[in-house]
């Protein structure tokens, strides 16, 4: 009996929701559903040529890709050279993952490792001339305690090989996008975004574990902190920024405070490789809408165009 009135009252409540809606909340629901997005959490799965990401991307208009590598078989500035400005090469991931692999997590602080120095021996020009202008997904800190799994590790935020990519990514105004998590501590990126000031460092997925008021006092304490949304929401079975019922409050007044440090990724890794539209859709369904409007141009794209440079 209860349940029935409750969902008469809720069914009540959805079919007036489209008249109730003001004409500015209906505006933003329609822009965030058709404005042109900046996905900097976009990973190459591999073995595909960058048409398929074309494709992916004009299907869901997202209008700029990448910020992160990843996938073995495609290389950054493979798909940078047919892309051109619309891909946000980052370099460094399908290394960092190879030494781990085949040589585990100590070698991860050896800059002589062969796969490191092949980065090394190509990435300065790269970054120099502006095909690509940094570094990610760097993984620092990725250990699950729910799910332990192939490829987790915990190094230290300054260790040599991140340092090196730290120190070249500051010498252009650069990027290093950084998945670490909230247990690690915040001195480790504190100091790091002190010691390189022109380095914009993307956290990604916004540091996991981390509060709002933890993100808040990094904000405050440092300009050229930023952090990316991605896997934050019903696809990724996470839900901790936002899932059906929208964004969550104590986000959407940290992303208000802030609006100038959030952007948008799809994270369609680790089998939601064939998800991307509807991870894209989430975000413009349950993230986007949700912030004013100055706001959710900010995040969509703005400072994703800012961060990287993007035309
Ligand atoms: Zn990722």
Redesign the pocket.
């Known amino acids: 009996m209860i349940r029935s009135w409750s969902r008469a009252v809720f069914l009540c409540l959805l079919l007036a929701t489209p008249e109730a809606l003001s004409a500015q909340e209906k505006k933003t629901i329609d822009l965030a559903r058709t404005m042109p997005l900046a996905d900097v959490?976009m990973?190459l799965n591999g073995g595909h040529d960058a048409d398929h990401y074309r494709g992916l991307m004009d299907r869901a208009n997202v209008r700029w890709g990448g910020g992160?590598g990843?996938g073995r078989d495609d290389h950054p500035l493979e798909v940078k050279s047919i892309l051109g400005a619309r891909y946000i090469a980052a370099l460094g991931q399908t290394e960092f993952f190879g030494v781990l692999l085949t040589s585990g997590e100590r070698a991860l602080y050896d800059p002589e490792q062969p796969l490191f120095q092949r980065l090394f021996a190509y990435a300065p020009a790269a970054i120099k001339n502006g095909l690509a202008r940094g570094f990610g997904?760097i993984h620092i800190n990725n250990i699950s305690p729910f799910s332990p799994a192939r490829g987790q590790r915990r190094i230290d935020l300054e260790s040599p090989v991140v340092q090196k990519m730290f120190d070249l990514a500051n010498r252009h105004g650069g990027f290093v996008q950084i998945?670490t998590m909230s247990n690690s501590g915040l001195d480790e990126i504190l100091q790091a975004s002190a010691r390189y000031p022109d380095v914009k460092i993307v956290l990604?997925?916004c540091l996991p574990g981390a509060s709002t008021r933890q993100l808040d006092t990094l904000f405050r304490a440092r300009a050229n902190l930023y952090c990316e949304l991605?896997?934050q929401g019903p696809m990724h079975r996470i839900e901790r920024v936002y899932g059906k019922f929208g964004l969550r409050e104590e986000w959407r007044d940290l992303i208000e405070r802030h609006p100038s440090r959030f952007m948008v990724g799809s994270?369609a890794?680790c089998g939601l490789e064939n998800r991307y539209e509807e991870i894209i859709q989430e975000i413009r369904t349950y993230l986007l809408p949700a912030l004013s409007e100055k706001t959710m141009r900010r995040v969509a794209s703005e400072n994703a165009r800012q961060v990287f440079r993007l035309q």
């Open positions: 959490h990973h992160v990843g997904e998945h990604s997925h991605s896997a994270d890794c």
